[in-house]
Nanobody, 124 residues
């Protein structure tokens, strides 16, 4: 088992950038596919981006494609979410999650471990 800890959230103006980090404990991090999800007030948690265990493949929600990237560094047991050209509608609590079965999924239920979340607020 492992633990995921997100950081890097905050307040940013529309059009700006933020980089979120998700640090994982445990030696098996490098074998897990990872994902970022977000949840806005009054809405369900939604998929944002995912990356394969090796980092060789990444996939994105249409709403963030071309603006967000999800690099990972297995030597540091960390996955990132680089967010550029932020919009008001990107405001949410962002969660990272580990997919231990390597489904490379966009579905919440396919992820086994979750961080506590980090809040991102985009202002006009």
């Amino acid at each position: 088992q492992g633990q995921l800890v997100e950081s890097g959230g905050g307040l940013v103006q529309a059009g700006g950038s933020l980089r979120l980090s998700c640090a994982a404990s445990g030696r098996t991090f490098s074998t897990y596919a990872m994902g970022w999800f977000r949840q806005a007030p009054g809405k369900e948690r939604e998929f944002v981006a995912g990356i394969t265990w090796s980092g060789g493949g990444a996939y994105y929600a249409d709403s963030v494609k071309g603006r967000f990237t999800i690099p990972r560094d297995n030597t540091k047991s960390t996955v990132y979410l680089q967010m550029n050209s932020l919009k008001l509608e990107d405001t949410a609590v962002y969660y990272c999650a580990a997919d231990t079965k390597d489904y490379n999924s966009r579905y919440v239920d396919d992820y086994d471990y979750w961080g506590q979340g980090t809040r991102v607020t985009v202002s006009s």
